[in-house]
């Protein structure tokens, strides 16, 4: 079995920056492809960040050019830089990793950003 193990979330005012993490239990799996999610309070999980097998990345309209995912093949880890954070941004933020053909979800990381 797969864990997924999200981190880095936490308390920040607007216009600062986090970086989320997020790790596998397995180092002999890969992630070939991942999407992050956000889920703000009483809403749905919203996709906010892809990253395709083939490295392409791609946004929710209101988090390009301040969000960027990445990922670290060595360390089986994936990223969400997020910078110029607004009080919209708040939520529990999922990584879905694709490992083999099937996605995975963590426990989620809480972002909270005040105004």
């Known amino acids: 079995q797969v864990e997924v193990v999200e981190s880095g979330g936490g308390l920040v005012q607007a216009g600062g920056s986090l970086r989320l993490s997020c790790t596998i239990s397995?180092?002999?799996?890969?992630?070939?492809?991942v999407d992050w999610y956000r889920q703000a309070p009483g809403y749905q999980r919203d996709l906010v960040a892809q990253?395709?097998?083939?490295?392409?990345?791609d946004y929710a309209d209101s988090v390009k050019g301040r969000f960027t995912i990445s990922k670290d093949d060595a360390k089986n880890t994936v990223y969400l830089q997020m910078n110029n954070l607004k009080p919209e941004d708040t939520g529990k933020y999922y990584c879905?990793?694709?490992?083999?053909?099937?996605?995975?979800w963590g426990q989620g990381t809480r972002v909270t950003v005040s105004s």
């Open positions: 990253l395709t097998g083939g490295g392409a990345s």
């Open positions: 879905n990793p694709r490992i083999m053909g099937t996605y995975y």
């Open positions: 397995e180092s002999r799996f890969v992630i070939s492809a």
